[in-house]
């Protein structure tokens, strides 16, 4: 199973951008899927996670109520629209999934995905 992560890019503070990240290969229905981040000099942190409806969605504090996670109906592809940036937000965002049910308190680890995509570089310019 490979991830393509894609749309990341330079935007201004307060702009908006949609992150995407499509399984491909030998593909099976990922239950769980999430985005992570890494700034520079940072260790990785968690951003989003969905599980398997749209009603069970995580959020890190720092970006709750401003990103917005979700996936399609084949479970195949999922995004993060990311509305009000901030240039704290600046990082290279990867997504991961795993195509079992992680529980709660276990979808803000990274070392709970099995798969994960290469990453793509959000820019929030001041």
């Known amino acids: 199973v490979q991830l393509q992560a894609s749309g990341g890019g330079l935007v201004q503070a307060g702009g908006s951008l949609r992150l995407s990240c499509a399984a491909s290969?030998?593909?099976?229905?990922?239950?769980?899927m999430a985005w992570f981040r890494q700034a520079p000099g940072k260790e990785r942190e968690f951003v989003a996670a969905i599980r398997d409806t749209a009603s069970n969605t995580y959020y890190a504090d720092s970006v709750k109520g401003r990103f917005s996670i979700s996936r399609d109906s084949g479970k195949k592809t999922f995004y993060l629209q990311m509305n009000s940036l901030k240039p704290e937000d600046t990082a290279v965002y990867y997504c991961?999934?795993?195509?079992?049910?992680?529980?709660?308190?276990?979808?803000?680890?990274?070392?709970?995905?099995?798969?994960w995509g290469q990453g793509t570089l959000v820019t929030v310019s001041s």
């Open positions: 991961a999934a795993d195509p079992y049910r992680i529980a709660s308190s276990g979808v803000y680890l990274s070392r709970s995905y099995d798969y």
């Open positions: 290969g030998r593909t099976v229905s990922m239950y769980t």
